[in-house]
């Protein structure tokens, strides 16, 4: 609903819209469909997605981590790309441990993500 909302807005270019777990409560079709969404509306503003869905994380130009580092609790962010990017979609997608059949459906993601950029440039 958001990301529709938001899309319909006539907001000009260069406007930076901040999505928080827009895909709560969703999954499978639904979270695809709201990562193509998002991407569509990555085109034309800066989108900044949370999300714990790898189908929607897939979507994004940029992936980045939030992880909790040492002791003490604090957290740092770190981008993912290429194999690492594989292996947190793995991760997403598996929950405890990555499996070669999750790294397999990470890479489909990846790459039906990438293909459908590509056919809707």
């Known amino acids: 609903m958001e990301v529709v909302l938001a899309a319909s807005s006539g907001r000009s270019a260069g406007t930076t819209m901040v999505f928080d777990e827009v895909d ?3 999954g499978g079709r639904a979270a695809v469909q709201i ?4 991407a569509r509306l990555a085109r034309s503003h800066q989108v900044i997605v949370v999300t714990h869905l790898p189908q929607v994380a897939a979507y994004a130009d940029v992936h980045l981590v939030v992880d909790t580092i040492g002791r003490d609790g604090a957290s740092g962010v ?9 292996a947190e979609l793995a991760r997403m997608l598996a929950g405890l441990g990555e499996s070669d059949s999750a ?3 990470a890479r489909e993601l990846l790459e039906a993500a990438r293909a459908e950029r590509i056919a809707t440039a």
């Open 78 to 86: 770190r981008r993912v790309d290429g194999e690492d990017r594989v």
């Open 35 to 38: 990562g193509r969404r998002l």
């Open 24 to 26: 709560a409560g969703v």
């Open 103 to 105: 790294r397999a459906h």
